[in-house]
């Protein structure tokens, strides 16, 4: 899981077991390259289904359910490119943006080789660091934007981050702190009241929403790391592995080993409707 400063960031998942993981937060626009297995998501506009060689271009502030299948005897891989802000900015700013904006997310089906290999090459740009000039590695980001307008669609400039954002965007910094309301309030220059009151506008509390930005960020290092559990639960803020472990399964449904699950099994994902928003998955 590597991240580059104006120009995006990515990281390569690897899941072993057919899992419904509930309500996850993609914050900016992602391009999604499946490798093995398959990809599920199950958004409020509907569903979309990702095989092996696919891809998905993802709308950022989205949630979805998804469910990564892996392939017969094997296992889930696929790769992520997060595209910074500034740079879907500029090409939209450049008059490059062709396509129509991507509500929630756009599959792609069996990619290019040349595609295959523009993504390829951005994310060895956002590998690369120092080694490689900015403005080559910015180009290698809009490369894989070019494809995706060929594809007929395109990442709308994102609005104003809201208040959950921007709360996830500084606690993701240092998940270890002990995160407080009026510490949150200082850097985002409210009062503690009003940021209460606007995330309860969101339909948020701040203890739920420090309990998710944790867990949503086990359940990347999990799947994109070696990291052990128990280092897991203290880089997401966990003093005891038990309690976060208890957590984890509280917010996913299941246990952190079951993410890391070394045989494959013949799970099968249950009917589920989420009480929240509706959505049905089987």
Not at 42 to 68: C, K, L, M, Q, S
């Amino acid at each position: 899981m590597v991240q580059r400063e104006g120009v995006g960031a990515t990281a390569r998942i690897i899941q072993r077991r057919a899992l419904l993981l509930t309500r996850i937060v993609v914050d900016l626009p992602t391009l999604m390259v499946v490798r093995q297995g398959s990809k599920r998501l199950i958004g409020p506009g509907g569903e979309i289904t990702i095989p092996a060689g696919g891809a998905a271009a993802i709308a950022g502030g989205r949630i979805f359910d998804v469910i990564n299948r892996p392939a017969a005897g094997g296992i889930y891989e696929a790769e992520w490119l997060v595209c910074d802000p500034t740079v879907i900015a500029g090409f939209a700013a450049d008059g490059e943006g062709a396509g129509r904006p991507i509500a929630e997310a756009m599959a792609i089906g069996a990619m290019a080789p040349d595609f295959t290999s523009a993504f390829d090459r951005a994310r060895a740009a956002v590998f690369a660091g120092g080694d490689l000039p900015h403005m080559v590695a910015v180009q290698r980001i809009r490369e894989v934007l070019g494809w995706i307008g060929h594809h007929g669609g395109r990442f709308a400039a994102p609005p104003p981050p809201s208040v959950a954002a921007r709360i996830r965007a500084l606690v993701s910094r240092d998940l270890r702190a002990t995160w407080r309301s009026n510490d949150l309030a200082c850097r985002l220059a409210m009062s503690e009241a009003t940021l209460r009151r606007r995330l309860a506008a969101e339909g948020l509390s701040l203890t739920g929403l420090l309990a998710d930005i944790r867990m949503s960020h086990a359940l990347m290092l999990l799947q994109a790391t070696d990291l052990g559990i128990t280092r897991i639960a203290f880089d997401v803020g966990y003093d005891s592995p038990s309690r976060f472990a208890a957590r984890f399964r509280q917010r996913f449904g299941h246990p952190p080993a079951a993410v890391r699950e070394h045989v494959a099994d013949r799970m099968t994902v249950q009917p589920y409707t989420d009480e929240n928003t509706g959505i049905s998955a089987k």
